[in-house]
């Protein structure tokens, strides 16, 4: 499976990757090597297989409806890069 | 040239827990911003969900409202997608196997005959945050209180005809859940908030034309005028040679109009896969026998009991 | 001293030979003598790790010794630390100072043991050389123009070169095992969901596992014992009761059935390896083990498979590294979209970049059934496999990587030839199971690993095998001259 440039500029968009356009075509060489690697996948017949998400069998635990985390805002937000009364900033999305 | 009108609703409910979906942080409404999001809720690295067993009694407690097929394996997915009220860069949803499946719900017209409505199916998800376009310095402002909170969407089949009758569904939802006390249903506080998937087709046809989904919408009497605007402008549109674009469109109550979200037109590639950091959600008969024991007596049922009992009509 | 192994470490602070803060100083300084050129750690603790030896030498006097207290650990940056630096070998968490500890780092941290500082690593675990870190490749101890293999090399260099008594580590496909043969070392990735994930920086969730890379197999029960169990907190940590690991080290091994896979005893394994790994199985048939040939039919599918899923995983768990809420942002950001690529673009190296890539690609409309649902109906069938051998033979011997540790920058032109450096490993992982490498032998050298790997849960059956191949040889006991 071959990508060309429009395929990784399509995909980085999609993952908010910026790929700059002199290593675009190099990124589209190493990733269709991956996914040739991949390929070989492609002649087994899994017809009669079902995916396996877990390698286990269990189920989902729930827990008690009971609120058990405080209010820690300033510890936390103390690594963060803007904030201004409590509230998380970034640059506007333009409409 | 009679046209039909065919609308379908996506309802998302806010469901009335102590703690929120995934994590033990309160959701209790109006508190200052950031002071109720957990390290999981912030998307810190290293954390990871663990499933409130309230959100799912009130989502059974809803499917057998509805007569509803419940899930007894039902499955979490990652839907992919960024956004600054979305910390995680993807929401825990469901996609192929919902805790609700099909169900039904019976609404009653203006001219007194009753309509069944199908409801294609209702799932599990997380809230996404807040974000307050007011002016920081030409930034937004986000608050992730809300993100993580739990929801129940519920989608309708295509089956209503008219905004009237979309209303009587919407009515008939919200006293649903107030009556099992799942949500407290406010559409104005955003704890009921509704989505119109509406299109139009030539009378007689059985294919959908192409539909347009109307958000913002946040009370009964601006779902009414929304969707009769919406059907007013397809129809100008197809009649004068147009094509329907399929497209969000957001309703403004000031201007009584519908207007296209440009912006949000890039076609979205969820990329769903299965949750990895959850397990498959399975519930046994006796579980949805439990809950079925703790439910109230329905609006529906109440209603026909008086008839019965009282000799009412 | 610093090369004695956890147990006789206990023994020597019990006996008050030495004291906590005596050893920790003495690693403390160590490491600011060999660290510059190893480059294993990427943040040392000192202050920390002698306040913390002072109180485990108080706890000790107190009467409140474990066999934990006062020993110095080494944690892989991947493991949450609060208030200590956590950048998971990449620029993007460089700034990113932990407001929590992971589950293993408290459990140690309970059981009185003395972190010393974090490890380097492959960034956000991707690669099996610890070359992709922001903060420059690790040193092979046995040969520094070699790699200590991968993600989790600054871990492995640190316990082989006695920079720490023992350290943690992750794998993923390999992480814990492959660095563990390259440097000389023991390293256990145990069952899927045996240690919580509450903390440990995610790569691919449904892969990952903590576990000890140590000097011997004995230690490594040990770490286990502290760090292995229940925890609320990960929904994926199985609810099983607790075990001492330590408690079937000693069990013989008369009856022993060990299954030697056909596929990976054949060709593509060199004849050296071969040598190392059957001198291996004579000791261990002198202890009273059988051996037989087994079959894992669909090994060769178990890379293709993992290079789609573990990408898939990642391509999500590294959207939340996006500018807004902690570590690296780009300057100026114009807008929000700009905020989003260029602190992505720059925050990720390139491998990282190639493997988001690759997963996004995976997911994508059109693309879903023929990728992602694919390579998980292969991993079933790799589960399958070992299920199969399993009811054959009690576990399955054989190499933990082709080779042994190969030159910095001899595999970096192509990823895919690095990514088959993992094809002894990466099966294991697809199928949630234990496995160990330990050291079998020396080539030209330098050490080489074999990999036992059991049915799940059986992380005591292959410590106690470990261990009676360690009481019969010296493999693990040989420390580089650094």
Known sequence: ?95 | ?313 | MLSKTVAELATALAKKEVSSVELTQAYLDRIAQLNPALNAYVTTTPELALSQAAAADAQRAAGNATPFTGIPVAHKDIFCTRDVLTACGSRMLANFTSPYDACVVERLQSAGAVMLGKTNMDEFAMGSSNESSYFGAVHNPWDQDRVPGGSSGGSAAAVAADLCAIATGTDTGGSIRQPASFCGITGLKPTYGRVSRWGMIAFASSLDQAGPLSKSAEDAALMMNVIAGADARDSTCLDIPAEDFSAQLNQPLTGLRIGLPREHFSDGLSSQVQEILQLAIKTLESLGATVKTVELPNNHLSVPAYYVIAPAEASANLSRFDGARFGYRCENPVNLEDMYKRSRGEGFGDEVKRRIMVGTYALSAGYYDAYYKQAQKIRRLIKQDFDTAFKDVDLILGPTSPHTAFKLGEKNSDPVTMYLEDIYTIAVNLAGLPGISLPAGMLGGLPIGMQLVGPALSESRLLNVAHQFQLNTDWHTQRPEV
């Not at chain 2, 209180?145 to 209303?167: C, F, M, Q, W, Y």
């Not at chain 2, 399975?282 to 329905?298: K, Q």
């Open chain 2, 1 to 313: 040239m009679t046209w039909e009108t065919v609308i379908g609703l996506e309802v998302h409910v806010q469901l009335a827990t102590q703690s929120k979906l995934f994590s033990g942080s309160s959701t209790r409404f109006g508190a200052a911003p950031n002071t109720q999001a957990s390290l999981y809720d912030l998307a810190m690295p290293g954390t990871l969900p663990v499933m409130n067993e309230e959100v799912l009694r009130m989502a059974v407690s809803f499917g057998l409202a509805v007569d509803a097929e419940i899930g007894q394996r039902s499955v979490f997915d990652r839907k992919n997608y960024f956004y600054p009220d979305l910390p995680k860069g993807y929401q825990i949803s469901q996609l192929d196997l919902p805790t609700v499946g099909r169900g039904t719900l019976k609404i009653q017209l203006e001219d007194g005959s009753e309509k069944i409505i199908a409801i294609t199916r209702a799932h599990i998800e997380e809230d996404a945050g807040k974000s307050l376009h007011e002016d920081f310095q030409g930034m937004s402002g986000i608050d992730l209180n809300r993100a993580g909170t739990p929801l129940l969407e519920i989608v309708s089949d295509p089956d209503l005809r008219n905004a009237k009758e979309a209303v009587a569904y919407l009515k008939k939802l919200h006293s649903i859940i107030l009556y099992l006390g799942i949500s407290d249903g406010n559409m104005a506080q955003g704890s009921m908030r509704c989505d119109a998937n509406v299109s139009i087709r030539k009378k007689g046809d059985t294919e959908f034309g192409t539909r347009t989904e109307i958000k913002n919408v946040n009370s009964f009497r601006f779902v009414e005028k929304a969707i009769n605007y919406e059907v007013q402008r397809q129809i100008e549109i197809l009649e004068d040679g147009g094509r329907i674009v399929q497209e969000t469109r957001l309703y403004d109550s000031d201007k009584d109009e519908t207007r296209s979200m440009r912006s949000k037109e890039v076609a979205n590639d969820y990329r769903y896969f299965p949750e990895p950091d959850l397990l498959p959600l399975v519930i046994d008969d006796a579980f949805i026998e439990a809950v079925r024991a703790t439910l109230p007596e329905l609006p529906g049922a109440r209603c026909q009991r008086f008839v019965s009992q009282y000799g009412l009509s």
């Open chain 1, 1 to 95: 499976m071959a990508l060309d440039n429009t395929d990784v500029e399509k995909i980085a968009h999609l993952a908010r990757l910026q790929i700059s356009e002199s290593d675009t075509l190099e990124v589209a060489q190493r990733i269709s090597n991956i996914l040739n690697m991949i390929d070989q996948m492609q002649n087994v017949d899994t017809s009669q297989v079902a995916p396996m998400a877990h390698p286990f069998d269990a189920t989902q635990r729930l827990r008690p409806d009971v609120v058990t985390e405080t209010n820690q805002r300033d510890q936390y937000q103390k690594i963060a890069p803007a904030t201004q009364d409590g509230l998380y900033l970034v640059p506007k999305v333009i409409e």
